[in-house]
């Protein structure tokens, strides 16, 4: 079973800017595509962006579409996500995620049912 440890999380103002890193507690991702996920108190899990390991096709929800960017280092085994022009409504858990089924094209990969391995995810909190 592969274990997802986020890290990166905190506090930062609107307008500004954090990075959220992921990687496996030990071994790799196992995983064809990994992503973000995240949940505001008192709603669903959402996806937030992905990235397919082979060849870093990624895929990013509407919301974070132009101020979100995904990586991922095979050298290191590291997921990243660079989050910059924060807003409020960026307040959430924030949770990595490995698929390992294959599946194309990479929009289907929005579906949290998709997903074998999850972290504990860490907390992103934005204020004005």
């Known amino acids: 079973q592969v274990q997802l440890v986020e890290s990166g999380g905190g506090l930062a103002q609107t307008g500004g800017s954090l990075r959220l890193s992921c990687a496996p507690s030990?071994?790799?991702?196992?995983?064809?595509?990994v992503a973000w996920f995240r949940q505001a108190p008192g709603k669903e899990r959402e996806f937030v962006a992905g990235?397919?390991?082979?060849?870093?096709?990624?895929h990013y929800a509407y919301p974070v579409k132009g101020r979100f960017a995904i990586s991922r280092d095979k050298s290191k085994n590291t997921m990243s996500l660079l989050m910059n022009t924060l807003e409020l409504e960026d307040t959430a858990l924030y949770y990595c995620?490995?698929?390992?089924?294959?599946?194309?094209?990479?929009?289907?990969?929005?579906?949290?049912?998709?997903?074998?391995?999850w972290g504990q995810g860490t907390q992103v909190t934005v204020s004005s």
């Open positions: 995620a490995g698929a390992v089924t294959e599946y194309s094209p990479v929009t289907m990969y929005s579906q949290r049912r998709l997903y074998t391995y």
């Open positions: 990235i397919r390991w082979s060849n870093g096709e990624t």
């Open positions: 030990r071994g790799t991702f196992s995983s064809n595509f």
